[in-house]
Structures are given as structure tokens and as C-alpha cells.
């Protein structure tokens, strides 16, 4: 609430003021125009001597028929100028704690929970203030003005209409709440479920074709698709049980002012050109009350989609004090000192106590079997999280995520490549960077050769996912990427999944190649191009089990001359 809800609602409350203030002005119109509609009717019926006495109540029947349209118009216009404005922010607020935790999010999050946030939790807040903020502060406003109304001609009648017309405000929204309250946030959960195994179906869909089990696939999203249509039935049984009641005491309320104002009238307090006047006007403001229940039903949604947003503020991001900086060289030299690091949800630590020493210029090459925390360790390397224990130091700077596109630069195993042209998605790692600049990058990539085959050259549109390339195509475009930020340290995470071997071993030396003057950490699943690296380390269970280099780990160690002949097939 402190972080998502309640600042808004600080800043905009001249504007929700404003929107509450229209909202009861057009339920006060809708109730005057029926309470004089009601005396008119009565007072004509009686043939009154003078046309005088009917042409005010006339005048202000027009003038309130015309102000219960313009109210609620203005109501809806300033409610959703505000919403607009707060859902602006949020996704701006969003964008800022997920860009710069991109790398950190997707070790802890699949893309259907992002897109849940994004695409759900976002705009299901909207709700929050047009169903539930607003409705509910006006019709706390009309509970009160109404009250005091009749208090001002009978106290017992007062407390009959507290009694009665808190049932409607605060006693059934109550109920709904408690009683809906699970079934709203297994609705959401089931939406977010859904959106879960669509991404993984969209993604996947050529593994699924392949295996054969689409039909499985099928299964399980129509069986999740049944459960949350089986709960939205639940909901809206309950809808129309509580409908019921709320029109049954609605209509106690009507018939009890009916008996209060027949018996005013046979005291002679009252007029009985009134008592259609007070009955009608009681039709409207009931009927204004009844949207406090929706008002409170899915605050417990709202409340899920506030959690799954800070959650993704509980990612620590490694931003330790600037002064490293100035101890930094252009070709730091890695330092992993005692380095452990656990996720939260393992009992162990995925790294334990990692030592290493990496000069500047080497070309490491980082294996192990999947689990053995190379991905985490990367992850240390790039800034982007933060050590339990131990040190990542760039020379004397220790490592932090505003030194990642500075002095680390990454190409992951599947770069994303945007719907643009080529020009334009090298452009994103230096937006001032001249076309002969581009042109440069992707001759040291071995790509433009095939570019200037093309009609439009670097200029030539690369389609969603840069579908118009192929697999070593697209690595070498982001590598081209990748050099263009020109940072001294490469990290890459396994650049060549995917690839045939020969495209695999091309690719590898034109990366190394092109790289000859940087620091290189290949992280690789295999030994493909481990010849043609400085150094190697194989991570075995969060810890280093070997060092050195190609040759000289044939020569000293039988484990890794094992690894060579079962990755060359021999």
C-alpha cells in the first residue's frame, strides 16, 4: 500500500476530490429530480389554484434532469483522467525496477509471470480505484448526507435508516468480502497460470509439434481454462444471492419510509404531496448504494497484484558506492575472491567459496554440467547480483550492475533481436553510432559479406525474433552488438546453443578473433573450442574442480582427457 496505493491517492486527492464531489452531486440530482417529480405529480393531481405553485418544482424538474447527466459525465471524465494518470506512472514505475534487474528477474522468473504483472496485475489496478476507491467514498458520503437528512425531521427514523442503510453500505460488502475473497485470488492465480503455459505453448511450439504432445498441452490448459471458469460461476451465483437480498432490504428501506412519511402527514408535520416525493427519492439513493458491495469483493485481488508487483523490487540489486571507479584500469584484471552465493529458495550454497584470478586479455572458457552454477557465476561477473560472501572485484573496484555495458558486456544464449533493421538493432548499444561504424562491426563479425547481398544492406528490416536470419546469423548480429559497446570484458553464455558443430566452431573463432584485445569468459555446456582458449575452469558442484589450460589439462588429468574423447564422440 505504501509503495503503490497510497502516494497516488496523496497526490491526486484534489482530483478524486473532485471526482467524489461530481459523483454525489450526480446521485443528489438523480435523487431531487425524483423526490420533485414525485411532489409535482401529487401537487397537480390536486388541481392547484395558482399555476405558480407547480412552475418552480417545473423549472427545477428541467434543471435537475439536466445535472443527473452532466454530473455522472463529469464523474467518469476526471475518474478516468486520474486512472490514466496512475496507470501511466505505474508502468513507468514498472519499467524502471525491471530494466535494470532484466538478467537477475529472468534466474527467478518465467516470462508468464512478467506478463502477468505487465499485462494483469497493472491493469487490474485500474479497478481498484473506478470499483472500489471512489464508489466507496462516495457512497460513505451519500450513507451520511442521507442519515443526517432524516435525522433533521425524525431521530427514530434516523436510526432505522442507519440500521437499514448500513446493511447495504457496510453489512453485505462485508460478507462478500469474506465470502469471495478466496475465489477472486484463485481467479487471478488461474488467469496468471494460464498466461504461464500460453507463453511456454508459444514458445515451445515447434518441441511440442515434434514430440507429439499437443494434445497434452491441450489438455492442461483447457482443464485450467474448466477450473477458472468454475470459479467465475461461483462468483457469480454469489452475485445474484446478494442481489437479492440487497433489493429486498432496499425495498424494507422503501416501505419503511412510505409508514414514516403516511405517519408524518397524519401528525400534520408533513404535506401527503410528499410522500411520493420521499418514497421515489429513496428508489435513487438505494439503487446509488448498491455498488458498494463490488467495492469490497476484490480488494483481495487488488492486494495479490500489489504483492506480485513489490515482489519484483525484492531482487538486490548490486549498486555499491561509485568510488570504485576511479580505481578501475581500461583492462581490469578479474579478482573472484572466497565467492558463495545461495538462491533463496536452495538449502545449499550454488557457489562455495570460488577463487580465481582472470588478466586482462585471457579468453577463459567456463564448464561444467547444467546446475553447477556457471550461469550464477556469470551472473556475479556481470554485476547484476550481488555475492552472500566474498568479492568480485574489477582491479580494486568491487563489481556492481552500473559497470554492466561499461566495462562488462554480455551476449546471452538466446539474444533478443527486435522487430527493426539491422542498423537499428546494433544502434542499441550506442545510439550515436555512424552507419561506416555499423559497417565495421559487422565486418569483424565475418557478416557483411551476406549483408551486402541483401537489397537494402545494414538498412534491411530483420522481421520479429530476426526470424529473416539464421541461427548463426542472428548470434553473429548481436555479437556485432556486443562489440559496438566496446567494453573490455565479454561475457558469453553459451553463445552457440543450438548450432551445428561447424557453424559452432566458426562462430566461436570469429568471436575470439574479433575479441583478440578483450577479456573473454565463454561460459559453454561442452568443450567445443576449449583449444583455442587461454584457460579453462570446469565448476563442479559450486566449486572449481579444474584449471589450466587445453594442452596442459590433457597432459595432468585423466578426468578431462574423458570429458574430450566423450565430447568429441570418441
Do not use: C
Amino acid at each position: 500500500m505504501k509503495e503503490w496505493i497510497t502516494p497516488y491517492i496523496i497526490h491526486y486527492k484534489g482530483r478524486i476530490g473532485l471526482n467524489v464531489l461530481f459523483a454525489v452531486l450526480g446521485i443528489a440530482s438523480g435523487a431531487m429530480l425524483l423526490f420533485v417529480s414525485g411532489y409535482l405529480i401529487s401537487k397537480t393531481s390536486l388541481q392547484p389554484e395558482n399555476i405558480m405553485l407547480v412552475y418552480v418544482p417545473i423549472v427545477a424538474v428541467r434543471a435537475f434532469s439536466i445535472s443527473q447527466a452532466v454530473f455522472p459525465y463529469l464523474e467518469k471524465l476526471v475518474g478516468h483522467n486520474v486512472v490514466l494518470r496512475i496507470l501511466s506512472q505505474y508502468r513507468d514505475k514498472l519499467y524502471d525496477i525491471i530494466e535494470p534487474q532484466a538478467l537477475a528477474l529472468s534466474s527467478r522468473y518465467q516470462t508468464g509471470d512478467i506478463l502477468g504483472v505487465v499485462a494483469d496485475d497493472i491493469e487490474k489496478l485500474q479497478d481498484l480505484y473506478i470499483r472500489t476507491v471512489f464508489p466507496a467514498i462516495t457512497s460513505i458520503i451519500v450513507y451520511t448526507i442521507i442519515v443526517v437528512v432524516f435525522g433533521v425531521f425524525d431521530l427514530a427514523f434516523m436510526l432505522l435508516a442507519l440500521a437499514l442503510l448500513g446493511i447495504i453500505v457496510f453489512l453485505v460488502p462485508l460478507f462478500s468480502y469474506f465470502i469471495l475473497k478466496r475465489h477472486h485470488v484463485r481467479i487471478k492465480q488461474k488467469r496468471e497460470t494460464l498466461y504461464q503455459h500460453m507463453t511456454d505453448a508459444l514458445f515451445g511450439q515447434l518441441d511440442w509439434l515434434l514430440s507429439g504432445r499437443t494434445e497434452q498441452l491441450f489438455s492442461h490448459m483447457h482443464k485450467d481454462n474448466v477450473d477458472l471458469i468454475d470459479r467465475q460461476d461461483r462468483v457469480h451465483r454469489w452475485h445474484h444471492v446478494r442481489d437479492v437480498v440487497l433489493r429486498f432490504v432496499s425495498g424494507i428501506i422503501i416501505i419503511a419510509t412510505m409508514m414514516w412519511v403516511d405517519s408524518q402527514v397524519n401528525d400534520g408535520t408533513m404535506s401527503a404531496t410528499v410522500i411520493a416525493a420521499f418514497v421515489l427519492m429513496m428508489f435513487s439513493v438505494t439503487d446509488a448504494l448498491l455498488p458498494a458491495s463490488d467495492a469490497a469483493e476484490e480488494v483481495p485481488a487488488y492486494m495479490d497484484s500489489v504483492r506480485r508487483m513489490s515482489k519484483l523490487q525484492d531482487v538486490e540489486l548490486n549498486e555499491q558506492d561509485a568510488s570504485g571507479e576511479e580505481r578501475m584500469s581500461d583492462h581490469p584484471v578479474i579478482h573472484l575472491d572466497q565467492v558463495r552465493y545461495r538462491y533463496h529458495s536452495d538449502d545449499t550454497d550454488v557457489l562455495q567459496g570460488v577463487n580465481a584470478t582472470i588478466e586482462p586479455g585471457q579468453k577463459i572458457a567456463l564448464l561444467g554440467k547444467s546446475g553447477s552454477g556457471k550461469s550464477t557465476l556469470l551472473k556475479l561477473l556481470a554485476g547484476v547480483m550481488r555475492p552472500d560472501s566474498g568479492r568480485v572485484l574489477l582491479d580494486q573496484a568491487e563489481m556492481r550492475s552500473s559497470y554492466l555495458s561499461k566495462a562488462v558486456s554480455v551476449l546471452n544464449q538466446q539474444p533478443h533481436l527486435f522487430n527493426t533493421t539491422i542498423a537499428g538493432n546494433i544502434r542499441i548499444a550506442r545510439p550515436d553510432a555512424t552507419d561506416e561504424e555499423i559497417i565495421d562491426v559487422l565486418h569483424r563479425a565475418q557478416l557483411m559479406d551476406m549483408i551486402e547481398t541483401l537489397p537494402h544492406g545494414i538498412h534491411t528490416q530483420m522481421e520479429e525474433m530476426g526470424e529473416r536470419f539464421s541461427g548463426g546469423e542472428k548470434h553473429r548480429i548481436a555479437f556485432a552488438r556486443i562489440l559496438m559497446q566496446d567494453a573490455p570484458i565479454m561475457l558469453l553464455d553459451e553463445p552457440t546453443t543450438g548450432l551445428d558443430p561447424l557453424t559452432e566452431h566458426k562462430l566461436l573463432s570469429t568471436m575470439l578473433e574479433a575479441a583478440s584485445d578483450k577479456t573473454v569468459v565463454l561460459v559453454t555446456h561442452h568443450l567445443a573450442g576449449a583449444e583455442m582458449m587461454d584457460n579453462i575452469l570446469f565448476l563442479e558442484q559450486g566449486q572449481i574442480k579444474l584449471s589450466g589450460s587445453h594442452d596442459a589439462l590433457l597432459e595432468s588429468s585423466n578426468y578431462y582427457r574423458a570429458l574430450y574423447a566423450m565430447d568429441r564422440g570418441m
